[in-house]
Each structure stands twice: as structure tokens, then as C-alpha cells.
């Protein structure tokens, strides 16, 4: 069984969107839960044959832009009140008008980098080392073909059956990567 | 056969959408199409052009910090022109990088898929000009070792930026911006790393490899992307916007005849984009050429950019009209004698040079002949950006150079340094853009796939094809 414990996993290529799609929707109804689809762009769609849910990071850049915002605005309020009073133009010391612009930046900037890093974080990159950089077929998933691959962790995973299932499933190709 | 295909392109057909990708390009052809600069042979011409960029960049380097040495009295600077090609150079280069921000996310909010052809390319065309654009306000300030009291940075004076002055907002909107086109960019570009280090060998793809991340093109990972790229397109509408209104508030928060006007963000705001526009004609029609990317940047994606062009042109010219109208409408006898002045007194030519090349010329793109030869979008376009500096130009000294006394008024002349500053930026942009074009890829290549019949899951199920 020492076999089992070194391998990742198994790679199915396909040669078309459509193919994968299909292939996806099938997998998902087997109930498989450690498996996922490789593809050159985003097929569109395919979350839904994956049966996957909605992307989080909106409530990430959600948080971080109204921190961002809160913390510009906070920012003017305290330099201009308590730590740099300063009469300019006869206007209040915390005139907030005059500091929309900067309140607004400051969102933004923290609004894109929870866009950027939290993406990063969700999907675990930079991963710079990865099994399935083993295939010298998976180099072509970012020209043109189309993989799905299931983990060995998946508790449904049998590395001769789920070969088999890809293959009728219209895999052009079936290889077990190791980890 | 090249024609016919272009022409085909073009047809506005009721039952059926014009292709963006031209010729019978597979998803496989067309990231050999696009890495093929990467991978051939560095051609003559392009070391030819690196050359010149670099003496660009040189003569910028010897500009700056001959600069530094002797102060800003090296440029034409007088008692009345304070602000003269310095920030001229910066609101231009600004504007230029408007168009790529356009493309890459109002456009992709509008759903405008002909965007995926030339939106790598604009939006590194936005980075560049940004980074010639940030050089001028920070060179400007006299005393460049105190730059840093710009930014809100606690220190033992215990003073602080003055936060009501659009100086400093312009600050904030101008460094944001930059951060934010620049994550962007490369958002985008990582799935197209990835594409590259999966082509190359030895070092390249060690370096492709460390830039694309891992990226390995799972499903579960384009979902958070996709959406962060949406998010950041939703941010960078606003932002582009905000930029240029904070840029115009410059000048319009002052109470200088010429300058107080509440016209001016979406006045500036379109010329931006106008100016921009333009330099992405220039910048395509050449990378089209030399690149042969005729397929995938199509005679409809110039004939798009010239209509914007015609649209936010004509937005300029009303502008220009606009603001003589009020300066007649408000009764003020300054702000009247400043137009009157701009039109007729020493900076006509230059007044006039602005009005040619922005209302006049551009108003030939009315004429489809001219929108779709390639020659005529160049020669245009390079008319616009040439009218657009005079814009700024004539807005920022014209308003200065005659003040309400008039004992004090002076004509303003560039030195020699001015003008080698300034064709030293185009050194910067342009030795930024060919290394961009060389290393990197300047289409869009997993955007592109998208939009091309075979990216669709149903394109087996149903061959008619209902969209």
C-alpha cells in the first residue's frame, strides 16, 4: 500500500471546453470532494458543473476598502484636530469636506490590495511547487488542453477505477502523478 | 483575401456578432502568436529602437540631475510662470494613461470584449506614462531632498501635510493609482506568466515560474480570480475618474482667471481619455505590425478607438467652447480678458495649434475611409497628443503669465533643459514599453481564448450557434 501514500493523485486530459464541462457535471454527481478542473482560461460556467460555491472575496475587499476609508478619514481627523491644529482659510479644524478625496483614495488602495492578497490567499499561491507540475502533458493547460484531476485523498479515490471512470468520461489521456 | 477578412469584420450585422479574432486561429495558434516575440531572434530593429529609448532615458538621467545640481532656475521658470512645462509634462503623461484604465475596466464593466486584444498593451502603456508622469511633480519641488513631506510621515518638526490643499490630494489619487494600475496588470498577467514559463527553457523559466506563481490554471482558482478581477475593475472605474478630477482641481480650486472653472474634471477627464486613446493607436498599429498580430488586434479594434476618439474630442471641443462662453456669461472682466487673450494675445499660435489639433483634425474620423486606413489613425492620432500638450500648456501658462497687475506680466520661453527633460520622459516610457514587448505578452492570451467560439461549453451541444 506504500503506493497509495505516494500518490497524488490522478490527471485526465481532455481536448475541449465542452468535453470538460460534461466531464465535470459527472464527476460532481459521483460525489467526488477532492478533485479539481485545470483549464487555459475560464470556461464559463464550470463552477457550476463542479457544484462549487460563490468566490468569498468580496466580503474580503469589503472590509479592507471601508477600513481603508475609516482609516483616511480617521487619519485627517487627527492630524488636523489634535495632532497639527491649524487654521487654514478660516475653515473648522475638521472641515470633513476637504478630506472626501483622500478618504476616498485610501479606500480604494486598500480595497485593491484585498481584491490582490486576498485572492492570493484563497487559492494558496504563491505555491511554487506542485505535483501535477510533474506531467509534462499538464504544461499544455495553459495553451490548450483541458484536465481534471482527483486527489489520492479523496475518499472515493481507487487509483485503477477512477482511471477507468475518466477515460469513459472522454479523457484523451489518463496518468497517475505521484507526489 | 486580407481585405475581404477585414471587411467582414467590420459589418454591423443584426442576427450575428462580429468575430474579434480573425483568420482560423485555434486556442494553440494564438498563444504561439503571442509568444512569438518572446521567442524569436531579438530583431535589428528592435535594438535599434531600444538604443535610441535608452539615449532618451540618458539625456532624462543628465536633465534631472543637472537639476538637482544647479536648481530649478535652469528651467525657463520667471517671477509669473512658476508652473510652466513641468506640469504640463505631468497632466499629459497622466492623461495619457487614462485610456489604459478605460480599457481594462470600464470597458470590462460594459462587457466590451473587443477590449481583450489590446488591453495588456494599454494597460502597460498606463504604468509607464504613470511613471513618467510621477517624475514631475517630484522633480519640481525645488528642494527634492525634502520630497518626503509630501506623504503624512510622522517627524521631529512634528508637521504635517496640509490635507484641505489639492496638492496633496493629487498626491494620494496619483500614487494610489499607480499602485492600483500596477496590481492590476499584473493580476492579469499572471495566468499569461504562466503560459510563458510552460514555453521556456533553463533561466527563463525559472524567472516566468517565479512571477506566474504556480499558477496552474485550476478552476477553483479562476473563480477567486475572475471575481478579484472584476472587484478590481469596479475599483479602478471610480478611481480613474477621481484622478484626473483631483488633477483638474489643481487648477480649478485656485481663484486664477483661466483656472476657476467648474468645468474642468469632466473637461479633463475626457481629454485624458481623448490623448490616451491616441497613444494606444500609435502604440498598436506599430506592435501590430512588427509582431503580426493582425488577427487578433483587428481593423475593428481601430476603428472602435477612432469613434472614442471622434466622441471625446468632440467633448473638448464643446469644453473649449463652454469656457468662452462663460467667461462672456459671467460679466467678469478678468476672466474674460484671459480668454480673449489665450485666443489673440502672445500664446496664440500655441492656442491655436491646440484647437487644430484637437477639434479640427480629429473631427476627419466622421469618415469611415479614414477611420479604418491605418495610416490616417496614426498621422491623426499623433496630431491629438500633440494638441493635447498644448492644452495643458496653454491652460497652465497662458493663466499665469498675465496676472491682475499688469507691471508683472512676462512671456514664458523653455531653456534647453525644459525641452531635453521632456523628450527625456519619452526615453523612460518608450525603453519601459520595449522591454514590455519583448519579454512579456501583449495580448491578453487566456482573455483572448475567451471570447473565441471554442471557449464556450455549449459550442458542441448546439452547432447553430444561437449567439
Known amino acids: ?179 | 483575401m486580407e481585405t475581404s477578412v477585414t471587411l467582414a469584420n467590420l459589418e454591423e450585422r443584426v442576427d450575428k456578432r462580429a468575430p474579434l479574432v480573425l483568420g482560423r486561429e485555434t486556442l494553440s495558434s494564438v498563444t504561439d502568436i503571442v509568444a512569438r516575440p518572446m521567442e524569436m531572434a531579438t530583431p535589428n530593429a528592435w535594438w535599434i529602437c531600444f538604443l535610441l529609448a535608452l539615449s532618451g532615458l540618458g539625456i532624462l538621467g543628465g536633465s534631472i540631475a543637472y537639476l538637482f545640481w544647479e536648481g530649478v532656475g535652469v528651467w525657463g521658470l520667471n517671477n509669473r510662470v512658476g508652473w510652466a512645462w513641468d506640469i504640463t509634462n505631468f497632466v499629459f503623461w497622466v492623461g495619457i494613461g487614462h485610456a489604459g484604465t478605460l480599457i481594462s475596466a470600464i470597458l470590462f464593466l460594459f462587457r466590451q470584449k473587443w477590449r481583450t486584444s489590446i488591453n495588456r498593451a494599454a494597460e502597460a502603456m498606463t504604468i509607464f506614462a504613470v511613471i513618467c508622469a510621477l517624475i514631475f511633480p517630484g522633480i519640481h519641488v525645488g528642494r527634492v531632498w525634502v520630497a518626503y513631506w509630501l506623504f503624512p510621515i510622522p517627524n521631529q518638526m512634528a508637521m504635517w501635510p496640509n490635507f484641505r490643499s489639492p496638492l496633496l490630494w493629487d498626491v494620494f489619487a496619483v500614487s494610489t493609482y499607480f499602485t492600483v494600475s500596477t496590481l492590476f496588470w499584473f493580476v492579469g498577467l499572471i495566468p499569461d506568466i504562466a503560459t510563458f514559463r510552460d514555453r521556456s527553457k533553463g533561466v527563463r523559466k525559472f524567472v516566468y515560474g517565479l512571477f506566474a506563481l504556480g499558477w496552474r490554471g485550476s478552476h477553483r482558482h479562476w473563480l477567486n480570480y475572475e471575481r478579484a478581477y472584476l472587484i478590481l475593475a469596479a475599483l479602478s472605474t471610480p478611481l480613474v475618474l477621481s484622478v484626473h478630477t483631483i488633477v483638474s482641481f489643481d487648477f480649478a480650486t485656485s481663484q486664477l482667471p483661466g483656472w476657476h472653472a467648474t468645468i474642468f474634471p469632466p473637461y479633463f477627464v475626457a481629454g485624458a481619455i481623448f490623448s490616451g486613446f491616441a497613444m494606444v493607436i500609435n502604440l498598436m498599429i506599430i506592435c501590430r505590425w512588427v509582431f503580426k498580430l493582425e488577427h487578433l488586434v483587428t481593423m475593428r479594434h481601430f476603428e472602435n478607438m477612432a469613434k472614442i476618439i471622434l466622441l471625446t474630442g468632440s467633448i473638448v471641443g464643446y469644453a473649449y467652447a463652454m469656457e468662452f462662453f462663460i467667461a462672456w456669461y459671467s460679466g467678469n472682466p478678468y476672466e474674460r480678458y484671459i480668454f480673449v487673450s489665450r485666443a489673440t494675445g502672445p500664446y496664440a499660435w500655441a492656442y491655436w495649434t491646440m484647437i487644430t489639433c484637437n477639434v479640427v483634425i480629429p473631427q476627419l474620423f466622421w469618415v469611415r475611409k479614414i477611420r479604418t486606413n491605418l495610416w490616417a489613425l496614426f498621422i491623426i492620432s499623433v496630431f491629438v497628443n500633440i494638441g493635447m500638450w498644448f492644452e495643458r500648456f496653454v491652460i497652465i501658462v497662458t493663466s499665469l503669465h498675465r496676472t491682475f497687475l499688469p507691471s508683472s506680466w512676462a512671456y514664458f520661453r523653455p531653456t534647453i533643459i525644459d525641452i531635453s527633460t521632456f523628450i527625456g520622459s519619452f526615453g523612460l516610457f518608450f525603453t519601459l514599453f520595449l522591454l514590455f514587448i519583448r519579454f512579456l505578452p501583449i495580448v491578453a492570451i487566456a482573455e483572448v481564448k475567451t471570447v473565441m467560439p471554442e471557449a464556450d461549453p455549449h459550442n458542441h451541444d448546439n452547432k447553430e450557434g444561437a449567439h
Open chain 1, 1 to 179: 500500500m506504500s503506493q497509495k501514500q505516494d500518490l497524488y493523485g490522478v490527471l485526465a486530459e481532455f481536448s475541449s471546453a465542452s468535453e470538460i464541462y460534461h466531464a465535470c457535471e459527472k464527476v460532481r454527481d459521483k460525489g467526488f470532494t477532492h478533485w479539481d478542473a485545470h483549464t487555459p482560461f475560464p470556461v464559463h460556467g464550470l463552477e457550476k458543473a463542479m457544484g462549487l460555491k460563490p468566490s468569498k472575496i468580496p466580503w474580503i475587499v469589503l472590509a479592507l476598502g471601508l477600513s481603508g476609508a475609516t482609516g483616511g478619514m480617521t487619519l485627517q481627523w487627527w492630524i488636523n484636530t489634535q495632532a497639527y491644529p491649524l487654521v487654514i482659510s478660516g475653515k473648522p479644524y475638521f472641515s470633513w469636506q476637504a478630506f472626501v478625496p483622500v478618504t476616498f483614495e485610501l479606500g480604494v488602495l486598500l480595497g485593491a490590495f484585498g481584491a490582490v492578497f486576498g485572492m492570493l490567499f484563497l487559492n494558496r499561491l504563491p505555491m511554487w511547487y506542485h505535483s501535477l507540475f510533474r506531467s509534462q502533458r499538464f504544461e499544455r493547460v495553459t495553451d490548450d488542453k483541458f484536465f481534471i484531476s482527483i486527489e489520492a485523498r479523496d475518499p472515493k479515490f481507487d487509483a485503477t477505477a477512477t482511471s477507468k471512470m475518466l477515460t469513459e468520461l472522454g479523457a484523451t489521456h489518463v496518468e497517475l502523478v505521484e507526489q
